[in-house]
């Protein structure tokens, strides 16, 4: 014990030479730690976070975020229950926010009537931007929602395209939610079978090709016997057809697993696809010819008539072709259990967690515990917050916030009362981030290179000086005194602002923050002095929008 | 590619104290470029690339189409386009390529000779991957990853334009910084004008000037830099003349007013050399369709926007040289969906700046099964750097392209200035 403790004074001590150079600190201050851990684990601090950490101590809240059913949430909850569209089936939404050509009774609609359509299933969107920022701004279990907006992410799908205007609701809901920290397999699986990816990758409609079935098989596909002789266009060209879509098998194993060059080929996006064919979405039905089960309207369906009952070889393993649904199941378990698809994920997760280029050893460390837990999310968070590279002064700040971090942080640091989610959702389209529209199968990307330039600091500043000034403009109320009373208009400029360091940065302020808005205080524009009255007055708002606004607020 | 540096460009800094001062004064824009050229910071004859990012690979082969091959119109039975003379055919462009019918407000330039296509265009990496195909193209580097930089912004480097003064000499359309703009050159980026301004007054400004400039955060302080200036003369911009697109002729819609607003910046002649224009939606696996899919609306209003954009240039259209660009083409072969799935050669459209138009350039690899690549997709017979190496060399003068696009040998001319 002796020894240990002398070996490390030793290393102590020879790590001091360096130091000599103003070189980074060796270890983070508990101050620097509770909030490193704030910062990665939930959007960001609010009043009282700091406090709450202290008191129970770090690992306590790292395992407590990590159980989220132990933490009581049930204010977040009630406020969930005023969105009504939140709890709904994806058929439920049509039905309450139907089509223009629903309204139309079988006639073609109008323009106006697709306007007014539009702007009605545009509530859905709405709802679901409230929801998020409503959980994002009270929820207790901040790792849970950080986690589902990292999955959602890595499972992108846009409100825009076709019917998942009236699939992403459920779709977060029920595919991604339940699993954000269980079995990233339940998670693939949940997402592979929701009918908002099918339909946003378009393997909704994804059938046997007859580029892939021998001649002397067609036989046993007459369905497109009947694909030869059907109407056709003014053009002259049949109006339907039927075969493959690559589109959801390249993106599965590209973005969704194995991730891009490692390993698979062109021939393996078409034979998964060809696995994957009749992975669809149960219609409406016609009533009277096809009645349809409501409860199963807009569900998963497995269309055995699509389905290609050909032989493959997908990855090196051979299927006979006749499996049916559970070839494509098998295919993702393939997929799951793949070294390629732990290291993408395991990269993801420390790209998120601790920074842009995160270090291979630690990717190494947290793919093989993702590999060794059989794929279990809430194993390979741990590796990542119990490593040492999570509490190294390295990685201290070492991210950029995204536009939805930085509002989330700036509404929770200053207590904000959101009044209007959906001048939120304006704000962040101008970010370059609105939700759930994201349009490309990449997601949004998470390194600052993307997301730093010039208009996106400035709409930064922009927004502080709207939120903290209350301006009409704002989508929330903020009440400065509340989170402290120092923090209130007066002639003392320097302990307003020393105020705002403690408030909204802990005190962690770059010294020439400190000395540009320190010198600012000499300038009547701030300190409202005119000549013939020196009495000074200081705007908290201002000086407040000015941290939030400032490089050291960027990071977290 | 380069070392990473910053080095504080004093005489960029002293125009930008002078910039102040002439915008304080408001005379700038009613002078149209009197003060301007008279300092020797931009005159009229300066040209111009603009480039436009078609995200989500454009369909090539139903832009430009080969309505003549019988392998063209045997893959693509749904979606294929009728040749000339028949219902929704395509406009005859040289006997062999028609343009998509859509595309048609750009025939008068066709016609004129100001508007070129290089068909079978692309990447010799032969990666299927959006994102992977976007970073070789705006890397320039294909097949090399660790390359953070894009190739626009080391043109601009390597030219006399890295000694240009305006904070808008180059400028990009966008939210985000797209990779072919990041460097070491300052780029400015917004996704709208009227957004890019600041809320409160100078004192806001100056705060935020300095202390985005002054702090020691690298990757923060570089960008917060020239915001201030930029932030000025656009504000002076948007205070004359109309801010609606549809009045000066371009379509309804983001794209529309993303070309308006460009062009605003170039009419303003505050010194932008280089601008770019992201435009997403060309990933059509469904529903892609002839004339009647999610293609045509897309090329409409790409079509329309050109042409408006040309039109609204008047006499400095010569001076615009115009690109189009995609990360690769789409299979030859429609899918069961009435659309395409990821395939390799595409095509580029080039307007202005002098080029020899009314030409389909490159040479034709064919679409027999024998001569397409992998068995599937269009080859690639025009690598995209020899390209933008020409429009480089050619119409901004920038010859020496060692360090733009490292390893590639540019081949004889396609002779886009022949």
Redesign the interface.
């Given at each position: 014990m002796r020894n240990i403790f002398l070996i490390l004074i030793t290393l102590g001590f020879s790590l001091c030479i360096p130091a000599l150079a103003p070189a980074a600190p060796q270890t983070l201050t508990y101050t620097q730690k509770v909030l490193q851990v704030l910062n990665r684990l939930s959007f960001g601090p609010e009043p009282g976070d700091i406090a709450h950490v202290r008191h129970i101590g770090i690992k306590a809240y790292i395992e407590e975020q990590l159980h989220p059913e132990t933490i009581d949430d049930s204010r977040c909850d009630n406020d969930l229950k005023t969105i009504p569209t939140l709890s709904m089936t994806a058929y439920q939404l049509y039905q309450a926010y139907p089509p223009a050509k629903a309204a139309a009774l079988g006639e073609k609609p109008n323009p106006d009537q697709v306007k007014a359509a539009n702007q009605h299933i545009r509530e859905i969107l709405d709802q679901l931007t409230q929801a998020k920022l409503t959980r994002i701004l009270e929820s207790q279990r901040q790792l849970q929602e950080v986690m589902v907006d990292f999955w959602f992410n890595h499972f992108n799908v846009t409100f825009q395209k076709n019917r998942d205007k009236w699939f992403i609701t459920p779709y977060e809901q029920d595919a991604i939610r339940p699993y954000a920290l269980g079995k990233f397999r339940d998670l693939l699986g949940a997402v592979a079978h929701s009918p908002a990816m099918l339909e946003y990758?378009?393997n909704v409609?994804?059938?046997v090709?007859a580029?892939y079935v021998p001649a002397d098989e067609m036989d046993e596909y007459p369905q497109m016997e009947k694909m030869m002789d059907q109407p056709m266009?003014?053009?002259?060209?049949?109006?339907?057809?039927?075969?493959?879509?690559?589109?959801y098998a390249?993106e599965l194993m590209?973005l969704h697993t194995l991730g891009?060059?490692s390993g698979y080929t062109?021939d393996d996006?078409i034979q998964v696809a060809r696995a994957l064919t009749g992975w669809s979405i149960q219609g409406q039905g016609k009533p009277g010819q096809n009645d349809v089960d409501p409860d199963q309207v807009f569900q998963f369906k497995f269309r055995e008539r699509m389905h290609d009952l050909g032989p493959a070889t997908i990855l090196g393993q051979a299927f006979d072709g006749s499996q049916g649904e559970a070839e494509g199941e098998a295919v993702l378990d393939l997929l799951a259990k793949n070294p390629a698809t732990a290291h993408f994920i395991a990269t993801k997760l420390c790209r998120r967690f601790i920074c842009d280029d995160p270090p291979p050893a630690l990717v190494n460390r947290v793919a093989q515990r993702f590999l060794d837990s059989g794929g279990d999310i809430r194993e390979t968070l741990r590796a990542i917050f119990y490593s040492k590279e999570f509490m190294s002064p390295t990685y201290y700040r070492a991210k950029?916030k995204t536009p939805l971090e930085f509002m989330a942080s700036a509404l929770r640091v200053t207590n904000a009362h959101v009044t209007d989610t959906q001048k939120i959702a304006q704000i962040l389209n101008?970010?370059?981030?609105p939700l759930y529209l994201c349009?490309?199968?990449?997601g949004y990307?998470d390194d600052?290179?993307?997301?730093?330039?010039?208009?996106?600091?400035?709409?930064r500043?922009?927004f502080s000086?709207?939120l903290l000034g209350n301006k009409p403009r704002s989508p929330a109320r903020v009440n400065l005194t509340q989170i402290d009373p120092s923090l209130s208009s007066g002639d003392d400029g320097k302990k307003i602002l020393r105020g705002f360091f403690q408030a909204l940065l802990d005190g962690q302020v770059?010294a020439?923050?400190q000395?540009?808005?320190f010198s600012?205080l000499d300038?009547p524009?701030?300190s409202h002095a005119v000549l013939d009255d020196r009495q000074k007055s200081f705007e908290a708002s201002?000086l407040g929008?000015?941290v939030l606004?400032?490089?050291d607020f960027?990071?977290r | 590619m380069r070392k990473s540096k910053w080095n504080p460009k004093l005489s960029r800094r002293d125009f930008l104290k002078w910039s102040g001062t002439a915008l304080a004064g408001a005379a700038l824009f009613d002078m149209p470029g009197f003060l301007w050229a008279a300092a020797g910071l931009a005159s009229d004859s300066s040209k111009i690339l603009i480039a436009l990012f078609q995200?989500?690979a454009a369909d090539g082969l139903n832009m430009i189409v080969p309505f003549q091959d019988t392998y063209y119109h045997a893959a693509r039975?749904?979606?294929?386009l009728?040749g000339p003379n028949?219902?929704?055919?395509v406009l005859d462009l040289d006997g062999t390529f028609g343009l998509h019918p859509a595309l048609s407000s750009l025939m008068p330039m066709w016609q004129v000779g100001t508007f070129a296509a290089i068909h079978a265009v692309g990447s010799p990496d032969g990666?299927?991957?959006?994102?992977?195909a976007q970073d070789n193209m705006e890397t320039g580097t294909p097949g090399v990853k660790t390359t953070?930089d894009g190739w626009l912004n080391r043109a601009i480097e390597a030219s006399s334009l890295r000694k240009a003064k305006s904070p808008l000499t180059a400028v990009a359309i966008?939210?985000?910084?797209p990779r072919i703009l990041?460097g070491d050159f300052q780029?400015?980026?917004?996704?709208?004008l009227n957004?890019?301004?600041?809320?409160?007054?100078?004192?806001?400004a100056?705060?935020?000037e300095?202390?985005?400039a002054?702090?020691?955060?690298r990757?923060?302080?570089g960008?917060?830099r020239?915001?201030k200036e930029?932030?000025d003369i656009i504000q002076k911009i948007q205070q004359s003349g109309s801010k609606n697109p549809e009045d000066a002729g371009y379509p309804k819609g983001p794209m529309g007013r993303q070309f308006f607003e460009l062009a605003r910046i170039i009419k303003a002649k505050v010194g932008l050399r280089v601008g770019f224009l992201d435009v997403?939606?060309w990933?059509h696996?469904?529903n892609e369709g002839?004339?009647?899919g999610l293609l045509n609306g897309r090329l409409k209003e790409l079509g329309d926007s050109i042409a408006a954009f040309y039109q609204d240039m008047g006499d400095r259209a010569g001076d615009v040289l115009f690109t189009t660009m995609t990360e690769f083409g789409r299979t030859m072969?429609?899918?069961?969906?009435?659309?395409t799935?990821?395939g390799h050669a595409g095509v580029m459209l080039l307007f202005g700046g002098g080029i020899k138009g009314g030409k389909v350039y490159g040479s034709w690899p064919g679409l027999s099964p024998e001569q397409l690549f992998?068995g599937?997709d269009l080859q690639v017979t025009t690598d995209f750097r020899q390209v933008h190496s020409e429009i480089l060399s050619n119409h901004l003068g920038i010859l020496n392209q060692g360090e733009i696009f490292p390893g590639f040998t540019p081949q004889i001319p396609l002779g886009l200035w022949a």
């Open positions: 990758l378009d409609n994804s059938s090709d580029r266009s003014a053009d002259g060209k049949p109006k339907k057809s039927m075969g493959l879509n690559e589109n390249r590209e891009v060059d062109q996006v950029v101008l970010m370059g981030e349009e490309p199968p990449t990307p600052a290179k993307a997301w730093v330039n010039s208009s996106a600091l400035l709409d500043m922009n000086l709207i770059s020439n923050t000395k540009v808005l600012k300038d524009e701030i201002q929008a000015l606004g400032s490089p960027q990071r | 995200r989500g039975p749904t979606i294929g009728n028949l219902s929704g055919g990666t299927r991957s959006h994102f992977e953070e966008s939210a985000r910084l990041r780029v400015t980026a917004f996704p709208s957004g890019y301004r600041f809320i409160g007054g100078g004192l806001e100056d705060s935020f300095q202390m985005y002054g702090s020691i955060d990757l923060l302080s960008t917060g020239e915001t930029s932030v997403g939606g990933d696996h469904a002839s004339t009647d072969q429609e899918n069961g969906n009435r659309g799935d990821h992998e599937r």
